[in-house]
T-cell receptor
Framework: GEDVEQSLFLSVREGDSSVINCTYT??????LYWYKQEPGAGLQLLTY?????DMKQDQRLTVLLNKKDKHLSLRIADTQTGDSAIYFC???????????FGTGTKLQVIP | DAGVTQSPTHLIKTRGQQVTLRCSPK?????VSWYQQALGQGPQFIFQ???????QRGNFPDRFSGHQFPNYSSELNVNALLLGDSALYLC??????????FGPGTRLTVT
């Protein structure tokens, strides 16, 4: 079955890079996502990567996918205080794209 | 262009009651998925609707049911509410595989 795991907490200084890691179990994943959730809010789609890609870059965000190890990472360059939030990794599986989420990584940015 | 909207924002119900939550998808989107997010957890997939049919379902009891209308909007119904049903209920819409957008959610409290 599907299972997605993330570390619970990450603290970085403003201006540094943040790297949030995720592992998943289902080798038939088609898409892998990163979502951001601020307190009391819904989920904001940050970026996603198709499973046959190794890397995707979008402005300050870089996604790396190691399909062999079933490992996904999100790098945020020049982290700002506005990046403080919970980041969820998620995978889509099956023909109808059922999405399974991790438990989220809380990113704290220290000014 | 309005994004995904949900109503109501907050709701308080008593154990044993029934509740209906509503979702309007992003313009042009034809698929709606519902998720339950308990405090401190990642969203859990409830079910997905496409062409007014439930296309797939997560591990939720039959007390959770839904409906999709011809205009693609959707309802989530929960019968015989339990204290454990207290959560943030999120609706997500999509058109193409890979891009799923979330609404702000409905916070349900069962007392």
């Amino acid at each position: 079955g599907e299972d997605v795991e993330q570390s619970l907490f990450l603290s970085v200084r403003e201006g540094d890079s943040s790297v949030i890691n995720c592992t998943y179990t289902d080798s038939s994943s088609t898409y892998l996502y990163w979502y951001k959730q601020e307190p009391g809010a819904g989920l904001q789609l940050l970026t996603y990567i198709f499973s046959n890609m190794d890397m995707k870059q979008d402005q300050r965000l870089t996604v790396l996918l190691n399909k062999k190890d079933k490992h996904l990472s999100l790098r945020i360059a020049d982290t700002q205080t506005g990046d403080s939030a919970i980041y969820f990794c998620a995978e889509a599986t099956g023909g109808y794209q059922k999405v399974t989420f991790g438990t989220g990584t809380k990113l704290q940015v220290i000014p | 262009d309005a994004g995904v909207t949900q109503s109501p924002t907050h709701l308080i119900k008593t154990r044993g009651q029934q509740v209906t939550l509503r979702c309007s998808p992003k313009s042009g989107h034809d698929t709606v998925s519902w998720y339950q997010q308990a405090l401190g957890q990642g969203p859990q997939f409830i079910f997905q609707y496409y062409e007014e049919e439930e296309r797939q379902r997560g591990n939720f009891p039959d007390r959770f049911s839904g409906h999709q209308f011809p205009n693609y909007s959707s309802e989530l119904n929960v019968n015989a509410l339990l204290l454990g049903d207290s959560a943030l209920y999120l609706c997500a819409s999509s058109l193409r595989v890979g891009e799923q957008y979330f609404g702000p959610g409905t916070r349900l409290t069962v007392t």
